[in-house]
């Protein structure tokens, strides 16, 4: 197929690429990616650049071991203050384009204010024609505030910069029904129309598993950028004749298809970027109401809360099920009610609110503007 035409994309280039024999920063697959961001440049299309390697950058100029294993966390974070000005400097070498440098955390994409601020730096870097290049705050960021891998990262800039493209580099050609190093069977998918849960099984585990990098976050980074109506397209960035054919036009990798009814921006935020902080444990006339009336979630619904959570914290809604390990979830909502509250409200018509607590905001606990239904 050919890649469909775009006009601002974002660009994920691995660590394994940019210091792929553990010697700190080369050019050997740089030079060729370089060359498809400039050609695309030429095109007249907007690019922005994630680039990993600053841990890797800061091992080798420390002289030490391996990228990443049994580094403790001041480690790593004292690493990456060391190897991102050299992963700069490395990048820089490679345009004419002045290069911005843009390292962002969890926190900057999970508060809107502060998403917004972001959004308006990478637009505003882009009409001053520059080439932003991203990277986690890998030094400041703790483990709770991290988004964790910049496959992922990568998904949530396209989104908040408004791309039309999500181009993954990797080290196989796309996503193949096995493990291509290990079978030499493997057969790769041109197009991914949908990410569903066999594609999830295909790269090793449960949709919600934790990720653990490889092509696993490559999948949730692609069902990130897809959701949000955002073409996503997995290539081997070891390949220069592979972006070479990408700067034609043609789609040398794996290609996922965007949403055809991309979700809205605030619906896209609370699905993917918002942590949620509890759960309301629901009835199946909840749960049904919630699933096929477009209803919003009364009291009387629910059977159980697990706290704690405040009132306009996000929290799971679940609904319990004999068949299977555990509770099946239903959706994610802001609720308007903290977990004390919640515990003496529920089960009681919404009528019933105010003579039970003081103060009364609202009858419905999650009103349906604020609420999105997810997969089980
Ligand atoms: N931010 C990390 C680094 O630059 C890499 C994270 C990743 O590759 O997923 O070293």
Redesign the pocket.
């Given at each position: 197929m050919a890649l469909p035409d775009w006009d601002r994309a974002v660009i994920k280039v691995?660590?394994a690429l940019v210091a792929p024999d553990k010697r700190g920063c080369s050019t050997t697959y740089l030079l060729p990616i370089a060359r498809f961001i400039v050609e695309s440049q030429r095109q007249g299309n907007e690019v922005i650049l994630v680039?990993?390697?600053?841990?890797?950058?800061?091992l080798a100029a420390q002289g030490d071991g391996h990228?990443g294993s049994g580094l403790s966390i001041p480690e790593k974070q004292a690493l990456?203050a060391i190897?991102?000005p050299l992963?700069m400097a490395h990048w820089r070498r490679l345009f004419d384009v002045p290069c911005a440098q843009v390292l962002l955390t969890y926190d900057d994409l999970r508060r809107r204010a502060r998403f917004v601020n972001a959004k308006n730096t990478i637009n505003e870097l882009l009409d001053r024609g520059t080439l932003p290049i991203v990277?986690?705050n890998?030094t400041v960021a703790v483990e709770e505030l991290q988004v964790?891998?910049?496959?992922n990262?990568a998904a949530f800039v396209a989104v908040l910069a408004g791309a039309d493209l999500l181009v993954i580099c990797s080290d196989v050609d796309g996503l193949y029904d096995a493990d291509p190093h290990e079978s030499p069977d493997a057969e790769r998918y041109p197009v991914v129309e949908a990410i569903t849960d066999e594609v999830y099984d295909m790269v090793g585990g449960a949709r919600r598993a934790t990720a653990t990098?490889g092509m696993r976050?490559k999948v949730e980074a692609a069902e990130k950028a897809t959701d949000r109506g955002i073409g996503t397209v997995l290539v081997n960035g070891t390949k220069g004749e592979h972006l070479d054919a990408l700067s034609r036009g043609e789609m040398p990798g794996t290609f996922f298809r965007p949403a055809e009814q991309p979700r809205s921006a605030r619906k896209h935020w609370m699905v993917h970027a918002l942590p949620t902080t509890g759960r309301i444990v629901v009835d199946e006339g909840a749960a049904q109401a919630l699933r096929h009336q477009g209803a919003s979630l009364l009291p009387a619904g629910i059977v159980d809360v697990e706290g704690p959570f405040a009132r306009g914290d996000a929290v799971e809604v679940v609904v319990p099920d004999e068949g299977s390990d555990g509770p099946v979830r239903v959706a994610k909502g802001i609720t308007q009610y903290g977990a004390d509250d919640l515990k003496r409200i529920r089960g009681r018509q919404s009528h019933a609110i105010a003579e039970v607590l003081d103060d009364a905001p609202s009858d419905h606990v999650i009103h349906r503007d604020d609420l999105v239904l997810v997969d089980g």
């Open positions: 691995g660590s680039s990993s390697g600053a841990v890797a950058a800061g990228p990456a190897g991102q992963l990277n986690e890998d964790g891998d910049n496959d990262l990098g976050t």
